[in-house]
């Protein structure tokens, strides 16, 4: 045996236990020799002269021999049963323990030095036994159809279609964004001033004509109630022909300077609305245009969109849209496109749509986060199948119908409005045929097919 799987053949001769093992087992084979009964003994050393003695001359040895003989084979069988119990079992069984592990330890060495050589052989060996596996499983599979007489049936390509049925179609641009006030205006004084009144709070309700906001205006009336006075003066010395007209007009003007004034202490609504913000309260001192609130006229909204680049084309105005907000989740609301934008955004790459909305309810308020679904194509009873049905060949595009024995037809058809999922047909099918729409990678004109799955609608 070589060193990788144990101990070689010096190591043998020098080992004393595997010597005395040997030696026992040729005297345990000696002791199975007086195995034989004394009769078999004799035999073998009488040889074929007992055949010319008498019977009673073989008697007559028999009894003459018997005892040494027997005396013989006892101390033959002590001699071995002193030898047998001198044997170290124990010592023996850990002898042949020790030379097993030294041979799976050597074993394991070997295959960490050759890993590579040891996967590879193991995966070819367990490839041949699963190639043998099924060769032999389809042996006993063509035994068994020969031995009944049964052959195996063609039942053709599993497929899927679609039954082909007219309806109702229509194409929609989905976006995000945000609602804004038809109307919003911030609000601001044009004199400078302490604010004496704010007759509104966020959310409110205004109706046009109301005063929003107020500033002192005690200096504002003193100078109107003085230049009304100055006019008349102007009038009643121009009556007595002590100024001339020019002067008279001058102190007019003054008049309606002064009451111009006096009305830039009051924001008053230029339409029903409601009060977006307020920014400001009573007693704060302001400088002019700074801003005191939002005013928003909600009647009317708009829902400011982004549309990808790729998708631009189809926007134009007039279009129909559908909005949908997160506060009411099963209501839809109406509107039209009134704008598109005429540049596109530069990081986002995004075209701003605006979309106008009715809003008689004041259900929708600025700042609300919508989504849009703009209908860019309808049409009515039309054709319409998955796109994936589709097999362009030369330019024509096909589609494989299956026929009435369940076999494939190829057929030529002409395309409509085309979507990056559904496709409208225009000509080559009718309403009712069956449309292959999966498992058609494999399948050629005239095969058989079976149908594994109806489907009666393609979106």
């Known amino acids: 045996m070589s060193p990788l799987f144990g101990k070689g053949k010096k190591d043998e001769d020098k080992d004393p236990d595997k010597k005395s093992l040997d030696e026992e087992r040729k005297e345990s084979k000696l002791v199975s020799s007086y195995n034989l009964t004394y009769d078999q003994i004799k035999k073998q050393e009488m040889g074929g002269s007992k055949e010319e003695k008498t019977a009673e001359e073989i008697k007559s040895d028999a009894a003459k021999t018997a005892e040494p003989d027997k005396k013989k084979a006892a101390t033959r069988f002590s001699r071995l049963a002193t030898q047998f119990k001198k044997v170290d079992v124990k010592g023996q069984v850990e002898a042949i323990r020790e030379q097993q592990e030294g041979n799976v330890s050597g074993l394991v060495g070997w295959f960490k030095e050759h890993k590579l050589v040891a996967i ?8 041949f036994l699963a190639w043998g596996v099924s060769k032999l499983l389809f042996k006993e599979k063509k035994q068994a159809a020969e031995t009944t007489g049964v052959a195996v049936a063609d039942v053709g390509t599993r497929v899927n279609v679609l039954k082909i049925s007219k ?36 959310g409110d309700e205004i109706k046009a004509g109301q005063i929003i906001s107020q500033l002192d205006p005690q200096e504002q009336l003193l100078k109107y109630e003085q230049a009304k006075v100055n006019y008349s003066n102007a009038q009643s010395l121009y009556d007595l022909g002590a100024i001339i007209p020019s002067k008279l007009e001058e102190a007019r003007i003054n008049v309606e300077l002064a009451e111009t004034e006096l009305g830039k202490t009051a924001i008053i609504a230029p339409s029903d609305g409601i009060l977006g913000s307020r920014d400001v309260e009573i007693g704060s001192a302001i400088n002019p245009n700074m801003k005191i609130g939002t005013f928003l006229d909600i009647d009317d909204v708009f829902a400011e969109v982004g549309i990808m680049e790729r998708e631009i084309n189809k926007v134009v105005l007039g279009q129909s849209v559908k909005i949908s907000v997160d506060a009411y989740p099963d209501l839809d609301f109406g509107g039209t496109v009134t704008n598109v934008a005429p540049m596109v955004k530069g990081k986002s790459k995004t075209l701003n749509v605006k979309v106008q909305i009715a ?19 309808e049409t009515k009873n039309a054709i319409i199948i998955p796109r994936p049905a589709l097999k362009k060949v030369k330019g024509a595009y096909h589609v494989f119908a299956v026929n009435q024995n369940n076999k494939a037809e190829f057929k030529t058809v002409k395309l409509g409005y085309v979507t990056t999922d559904n496709v409208q047909i225009t000509e080559g099918l009718n309403e009712g045929e069956l449309v292959v729409v999966e498992g058609m990678e494999e399948l050629k004109d005239g095969a058989k097919v079976q149908i594994m799955e109806y489907q009666s609608a393609a979106f």
Do not use: C
């Open 359 to 377: 809003n008689p309810y004041r259900l929708l308020l600025p700042g609300m986060f919508v989504r849009v679904r703009i209908k860019i194509f």
């Open 120 to 127: 590879i052989s193991i995966v070819v060996v367990g490839m």
């Open 167 to 202: 309806t109702d179609f229509s194409d929609s641009i989905l976006a995000m964004g945000n609602i804004k006030g038809f109307a919003q205006v911030n609000l601001g004084f044009q004199l400078a001033g302490n604010v004496s009144a704010y007759y509104f709070r966020e």
